[in-house]
């Protein structure tokens, strides 16, 4: 099987149309794909590490050997991914005697942890900077002491810990016992970053964002953060966002959100600007071990004339939200089976108590109130490969790999139909023998009543290429596509490109459809350069998205195209994520749109701490 996708792949990237390698979209030679030295195989990494570190050296000495070999200057082969469980499968079934907590402060750099940066800066940060306590590590533990070692449970806690968002790495080490052959000691050594930080981002002459954070705040574990925009169009022509966020309130795992926004960043589920007071509370399902995942908001939100459009235009409504979920994980205490089968359950009410004044917004499904109760079943695999070079700039991330199929029902209203729901929802991520990763998803579902109402098919899948080295260069392929289908729509909007299914930054809200096809393909380049600290990645990309309705084929009308390329960088050392600038052409155009877009991103991180596993939903296809 896995043959027949390589092969598949090959011709794929082959027969990519020719304005697509004119903008470097697969610029990555064939040859190189050619070449299967040993150095790009998965293999175990490597254990040696761990078990030269034996119990009777000093701690001091233990810490001195873990970080030098956590944060060297060169990564010993950065293109092999590695399982994230193989350097504890030796160590199966031990019993953990002690758990001892070393942390790295971000003033040495992530690179060599022989050299400090001795500046007026460094100095000052380290007195603006507090380290994780260790009491935070513990609470976002699923590990114990005297308890046996389970190789995917520490894999699943490394792979926790470094995406929380105060941390930049993490990296379990065992140390045998020589006097204790069946006991161990686990390092838990955890690399803070400096967790003051801020953005400003002009997205336009007129138009500029704001950000001002402490993602750590005290080494508690906590986030208190502050959105600004100023907007000379806008009345008044500031406005600001406040945000507290608690990271695994009393160990529970349980982290908590609460926040008032001027920024149209809260549920915000109509068209216009909106003011929003919210309080969240979410519990992944961390691990395959956990038993218990859920989560609830509620909020009140309502839209705010910013503009001072004209009254007869202008959508005045008012709504809350009421929404929460919990799910039970069957056989998490499982070590000999990774299958698991989780069963969930979901309320969500959307209550208007303003709708807007304009007839026609009254008879539309987005102003009027929703209500649905939906169940899920899911059965799912999830394990992971760690590797480099992804969104970060050398540091661990991790690639899932697995499967999911996921069935939900239930009952929905709204506009005052209330009909049954019905969907499917399945994911296939794999890893062949060269590193490269596939991912393929089956996304279904509708509303039955006298017939299939408001039905949705979604084909999708995507690629992440091996890294592939060029002297002091890697490169990284990544290709994506997407079909959607809407049948006998009735209550539910129709399809646009305005989204992740669609060109990027492309907004027109003139293109509406029933079908929708969409690819899209990305070259990047790592480069060895550095600049106080920031590494650079530029990249090439192209995408195509086509549309049409009921009654045309979908290669009736020309297709849009979005090309360009950009720049990313980062600084480990730092708390914000990736930094992307881009710069998009699109060749046909319409409405007011520009043929040229210029976004500058930042943040830009992969997150699949419960990406197999969410919360009952509709299927998404916007």
């Not at 001002?212 to 500031?238: H, K, M, S, T, V």
């Not at 002091?472 to 994506?480: G, K, N, T, V, Y």
């Amino acid at each position: 099987m896995l043959a027949g996708l390589h092969k598949l792949y090959l011709v794929i990237m082959r027969s990519i149309p020719v304005f697509f390698l004119v903008f470097g979209i697969l610029c990555i030679p064939v040859a190189l794909r050619a070449q299967q030295g040993k150095d790009t195989t998965l293999v175990p990494q490597d254990t040696s590490k761990a078990a030269q570190i034996i119990s009777e050296i000093k701690e001091s000495k233990i810490s001195r050997r873990i970080m030098k070999s956590i944060t060297r200057k060169k990564q010993t082969n950065p293109v092999v991914a590695v399982k994230s469980e193989a350097a504890f499968m030796p160590y199966e079934g031990k019993i953990i005697r002690k758990i001892i907590y070393r942390h790295i402060d971000f003033q040495r750099t992530v690179y060599d942890t022989t050299r400090n940066i001795k500046n007026t800066i460094t100095r000052l940060g380290n007195k603006l900077h507090s380290t994780s306590k260790d009491w935070v590590i513990r609470d976002n533990l699923f590990i114990r002491e005297n308890k046996p070692v389970n190789p995917y449970r520490l894999a699943d806690n490394e792979r926790y810990l470094r995406d929380l968002d105060f941390l930049l790495d993490a990296k379990f080490y065992i140390i045998p016992l020589r006097d204790s052959p069946d006991s161990v000691d686990v390092v838990v050594l955890t690399r803070d970053v400096f967790s003051l930080g801020g953005t400003l981002n002009p997205a336009n002459p007129s138009k500029t964002r704001l950000r001002l954070y402490d993602a750590n705040l005290g080494g508690w574990g906590q986030r208190l953060q502050f959105n600004g925009l100023i907007e000379p169009d806008r009345d008044p022509n500031f406005a600001y966002e406040f945000l507290y966020r608690k990271n695994s309130i009393g160990g529970s795992f349980v982290n908590g959100t609460v926040g008032y926004t001027q920024l149209n960043t809260g549920s915000s589920y109509g068209e216009e600007e909106e003011k929003s007071y919210y309080v969240r509370f979410d519990r992944p399902l961390v691990s395959p071990y956990t038993r218990y995942a859920g989560g609830m908001e509620l909020s009140k939100n309502w839209s705010e004339n910013f503009f001072n459009v004209n009254d007869s235009l202008f959508r005045d409504y008012r709504y809350t939200i009421n929404d929460f979920w919990i799910g039970y994980n069957i056989g998490a205490n499982s070590n000999e089976d990774r299958n698991r089968h989780f069963l969930a359950i979901r309320a969500f009410d959307q209550h208007f108590t303003r709708v807007p004044k304009q007839a026609r917004e009254q008879e539309r499904p987005l102003y009027n109130d929703q209500t649905f109760v939906l169940a899920s079943a899911t059965f799912f695999r999830q394990d992971f490969y760690t590797t480099h070079y992804i969104y970060g700039f050398g540091r661990t991330e991790d690639m899932p790999y697995g499967h999911r199929v996921s069935l939900t029902s239930g009952w929905s209203r709204q506009m005052g139909v209330a009909r049954p729901y019905v969907g499917i929802d399945a994911e296939k991520s794999l890893v062949t023998r060269l590193g490269e990763f596939y991912t393929f998803a089956v996304r279904a579902g509708g509303y039955t009543n006298s017939r299939l109402e408001d039905a949705t098919v979604l084909l999708s899948g995507s690629l992440m290429s091996r890294l592939i080295p060029r002297g002091e260069f890697l490169f990284r392929q990544f290709i994506a596509a997407d079909y959607t289908r809407v049948f006998n729509q009735r209550t539910s909007i129709p399809l646009d490109i305005n989204n992740e299914f669609g060109l990027q930054y492309f907004r027109a809200d003139s293109l509406w459809g029933t079908k929708r096809f969409h690819i899209q393909s990305e070259t990047v380049v790592f480069t060895p350069w550095q600049v106080l600290g920031f590494r650079f990645a530029p990249f090439a990309f192209g995408e195509m998205a086509m549309i049409a309705g009921d009654n045309r084929s979908i290669f009736y009308d020309k297709p849009f195209f979005g090309f360009g390329g950009g720049i990313r960088t980062r600084n480990e050392n730092l708390i914000f994520g990736t930094v992307e600038l881009r710069l998009v052409f699109y060749p046909r155009s319409i409405e007011d749109i520009s043929s040229f877009n210029i976004r500058v991103t930042s943040n830009l991180r992969i997150k699949y701490t419960a990406s197999f596993v969410r919360a009952p939903g509709f299927v998404r296809y916007n």
